[in-house]
């Protein structure tokens, strides 16, 4: 087998600014040692999310140029509907700024005091959504999703046996859908299998409701279907996805991910009546039916987009150059989840400073130390991000505290991840001089992005 190559080669390209160690450690100390707050010229290779980080084809700018900005019945709108009706076969396709203003319109509608929303791990924006209609939502993720140490294909199935004793529990007219996220993002980017997608649906029909799907990374998903689950070697990601969602009622998704834009999103349905009730909603807070608070140009982007990630070059090259990743550290035996999933590696911390315990947050600790030694920027997902505390002030950790380096879509080529590999190894090899952080400064809400930290003697 030879070296999965990089499918494109590159017209266009940015500088990247070095700085030196002793900068970097006078920067990061500026912002209060936490990497949101860093400026992102002073970051040499930017690992905290893919969203909205792709590079776009010479297709996609090229439909940049091309876009219909009529305010009403754009051409541009006409090839986004296309392109999605396409893949997901659903009638309504209703274009939105980006995935979590699909969330607000659907949810808003569905939600409300007294509902329940069920999927296998809700991702923050889902979630926040929800609650703040007064509804509530709850994971469902299976066990072996929940264990960072066990590999296994798909580890972000949903637990259907719960679901279901869930809708019987809370009544079936308090369940307004359930959802399922490909992949699993909060869960590490952990592909959902045709198997269990079908199973939940079997359930869904059984009681009645509408399925729904956020599909962020759906292209995703479907090759790690098509490489993992028997019966799917010889379909292609185009069959697997229409597949997919020939089971969904309704598709919530940032185009942000799996459509390789900067910015877009989208709400598709099935059900004629709840389509209007969106639409309304949306003239009041996205604006008109056929932009929806996009420019007709990125919508163009969107369309060329969709077209382009299911390309199976592309997603051999995507899925492995993650996987390389993975496979270099743990050859050197940094602890991460495995097997990778499909847009990150994630870091275990607790496994990585045994000796800081998750009241000095570890995650941020190697977060820190990434950018001090390498220039790289990741994301703590652990105690900083998550803890609560009760009302003795004492911190609840989540389950796991970890560290995520989100992979750009085709943006950075073997050598870059080669270098994050050999950075990622030295810290590693260095850990015993990590120090934990405590907390200086936090907002009451949402206090990962602001907080500012002391390392501790
Ligand atoms: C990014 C994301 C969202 C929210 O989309 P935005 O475009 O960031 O608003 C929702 N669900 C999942 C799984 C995501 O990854």
């Known amino acids: 087998m030879k070296t999965i190559i990089e499918p494109f080669r590159i017209k266009s390209v940015e500088p990247i600014r070095f700085t030196t160690k002793v900068e970097r450690i006078e920067i990061i100390k500026t912002a209060g040692y936490n990497p949101f707050l860093i400026h992102a010229d002073d970051v040499l290779i930017d690992l905290l999310t893919d969203s909205g980080t792709s590079a776009m084809s010479a297709q996609q700018w090229a439909g940049i140029m091309q876009g219909d900005e009529s305010y009403a019945g754009s051409r541009s709108f006409f090839r986004f509907e296309a392109a999605i009706k396409k893949i997901t076969g659903l009638k309504y396709i209703i274009p939105t700024h980006q995935g979590?203003?699909?969330?607000?319109?659907?949810?808003?509608?569905?939600?409300?005091?007294?509902?329940?929303?069920?999927?296998?791990t809700h991702f923050d924006t889902t979630r926040a959504n929800i609650e703040f209609s007064g509804a509530e939502a709850h994971d469902f993720l299976n066990e072996i999703g929940k264990h960072p140490e066990i590999r296994a294909d798909f580890k972000g199935d949903m637990d259907v046996e719960?679901?279901?004793?869930?809708?019987?529990?809370?009544?079936?007219?308090?369940?307004?859908?359930?959802?399922?996220?490909i992949t699993n993002n909060s869960g590490g980017g952990q592909p959902v299998s045709m198997k269990n997608i079908r199973d939940v649906k079997e359930v869904c029909k059984k009681y009645n409701l509408p399925l729904f799907i956020d599909a962020c990374r759906f292209a995703e998903n479907a090759y790690f279907i098509k490489m993992r689950e028997k019966g799917f070697e010889n379909k292609s990601v185009l069959e697997i996805s229409q597949e997919?969602?020939?089971?969904?009622?309704?598709?919530?998704?940032?185009?942000?991910?799996d459509a390789l834009v900067n910015i877009g999103g989208f709400l598709a349905l099935n059900d004629e009546e709840l389509a209007m009730k969106c639409r309304n909603l949306l003239i009041v807070t996205e604006g008109f039916p056929t932009y929806g608070g996009l420019a007709g140009r990125d919508l163009e982007a969107v369309a060329q987009g969709l077209e382009e990630v299911v390309d199976e070059?592309?997603?051999?090259?995507?899925?492995?150059?993650?996987?390389?990743?993975?496979?270099?550290?743990?050859n050197a035996g940094v602890p991460i989840i495995e097997p990778p999933g499909g847009h990150a590696i994630y870091i275990d911390a607790k496994r990585f400073l045994p000796d800081v315990p998750p009241e000095q947050f570890p995650g941020q600790s190697v977060t820190c130390e990434l950018y001090i030694e390498g220039g790289i920027r990741g994301c703590e997902i652990g105690s900083v991000?998550?803890?609560?505390?009760?009302?003795?002030?004492?911190?609840?950790?989540p389950p796991m505290e970890l560290v995520r380096l989100a992979i750009p879509r085709r943006v950075y080529t073997q050598s870059h991840i080669d270098f994050v590999s050999e950075v990622i190894i030295e810290v590693y090899n260095n850990r015993k001089k990590l120090k934990g952080y405590e907390i200086t400064y936090q907002a009451p809400m949402l206090r990962h992005f602001t907080a500012q930290f002391k390392p501790l003697d």
Do not use: C, W
């Open 100 to 120: 979590r203003a699909a969330e607000k319109i659907i949810f808003s509608i569905t939600g409300g005091e007294g509902k329940f929303f069920p999927n296998n």
């Open 313 to 330: 070059h592309y997603l051999q090259y995507r899925i492995r150059s993650v996987e390389y990743l993975g496979e270099k550290l743990v």
């Open 385 to 397: 991000m998550f803890g609560k505390y009760d009302a003795a002030g004492k911190l609840t950790p």
């Open 244 to 257: 997919i969602f020939s089971y969904a009622d309704g598709v919530t998704m940032s185009a942000k991910k």
């Open 162 to 181: 719960k679901l279901e004793k869930f809708i019987i529990e809370k009544g079936k007219e308090n369940i307004p859908m359930v959802m399922i996220t």
